[in-house]
């Protein structure tokens, strides 16, 4: 078995990317920004222009300190491994990216269980928390942790409210757990609801936010927490091999994206709203109202496979993502305009009729 990616074929060029907004390209002026950037050693503390988004990304997700890391997924991991010891239990949804998409990650680097908790569109509430409380013996796995994805993923993009995230982590508090946050998509959500970021993490002790998704950095994320927090997580990131010499050039493309990419968001979701509704009038077609920039599809009424439909776009220049049997995703970000969704939806018509 191999693991490897399937190299693209590069000679069937891509036009209207709606795989994954992990696909954006750095802008010019993103890229005239990184050349700018002043660098130092990142892992020892040199780098100004590093420590500059880590400031910026904590006032803005409304905590103490920061730290940058090269990955979403690595972000979660050094957080997991913070936050428990091996034998204890993490709670979240039962389609956490945590769960389902980190290769295992959290039984394999840190020894703990991730019990799935249900809910509609990757959401699970209060009561469904409490009910999965253990009683505090000798028997039980310690719960140490609550995960929840904002926005979550699998659930179509769905935001969770800010009173739903009172509601969970009032709960996990009042039995000794901490609240993480896996916030790869934490600002659409803060633009989707209209509230600021600081007001969607002020219940969860920890959160990163991804600048390779909407905000349309070529890498990196940011976790963020309380201070002794981040600053046990330092080791588990040079442990992982986390750390960075020069990451002065990829954190200056992160905050350019916060100067320019956020408020725009809302173009995302605005697109995304119009893609749902062109999708929604294809015969056989049925579509997932969507919140934010994700629109999940099912496309069974036309008697293709998810993966036969994006087989048939994908000679048109056309991407989208696979989920399930039936079940697709199209995403829109920052390299998709008003204009392709339109032309994405007509190429679509035309592949199923
Ligand atoms: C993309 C994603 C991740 C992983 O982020 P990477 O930067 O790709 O490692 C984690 N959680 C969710 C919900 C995501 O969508």
Redesign the pocket.
């Known amino acids: 078995m191999s693991y490897e990616p399937k190299r693209a074929d590069f000679s069937l060029p891509v036009r209207i990317n709606l795989y994954s907004d ?1 696909q954006t390209k750095p802008s010019r002026a993103m890229k005239e920004a990184m050349m700018e950037a002043e660098m130092g050693d990142e892992q020892g503390g040199s780098d100004p222009t590093v420590w500059e988004l880590c400031d910026r990304t904590a006032a803005l997700l409304g905590k103490e300190a920061a730290m940058f890391v090269p ?3 690595m972000c ?1 991991q050094v957080a997991v491994a913070t936050h428990c010891r091996p034998g204890d239990e993490i709670l979240a949804h039962e389609d956490a ?1 945590l769960q389902s998409s980190e290769a295992g990650g959290p039984g394999a680097i840190s020894g703990v269980m991730i019990r799935g908790l249900p809910g509609e569109r990757g959401i699970f509430s209060a009561e469904t928390l409490r009910a999965a409380i253990r009683p505090v013996s000798r028997y039980s796995p310690p719960q140490r942790l609550v995960e929840v ?1 904002q926005t979550a ?1 699998k659930g179509g993009g769905a935001c969770w409210q800010v009173a739903e995230l009172k509601g969970v982590a009032d709960v996990a508090h009042q039995h000794g757990m901490k609240v993480h946050m ?1 916030g ?2 934490v600002l659409n959500a803060a633009v989707a609801l209209g509230v600021a970021a600081s007001d969607v993490t002020a219940d969860c002790d920890t959160v990163w936010v ?1 600048f ?2 909407g905000l349309g950095a070529p890498l990196g ?1 940011v976790l963020a927490g309380p201070r002794d927090f981040i600053g046990e997580a330092w080791r588990w990131k040079q442990r992982l091999g986390g750390s960075m010499r020069q990451g002065g050039m990829n954190a200056a493309a992160c905050i350019y994206a916060l100067q320019h990419n956020i408020d725009r968001l809302a173009e995302d979701h605005a697109n995304a709203a119009a893609l749902a509704r062109g999708m929604a009038q294809i015969p056989g077609i049925t579509v997932e109202t969507p919140e934010t920039n994700l629109v999940f599809f099912d496309t069974s009424g036309t008697g293709l496979t998810a993966a036969d439909f994006a087989a048939r776009l994908r000679p048109f220049g056309v991407t989208v993502s696979v989920s399930d049997t039936f079940r697709g995703r199209a995403c829109t970000h920052l390299d998709v305009s008003a204009a392709q969704i339109e032309e994405a939806v007509a190429i679509m018509r035309r592949v199923v009729t």
């Open positions: 992990t990955s979403g997924t979660n990216h994805e993923n896996d790869a998509r991804d390779t998704k994320a």
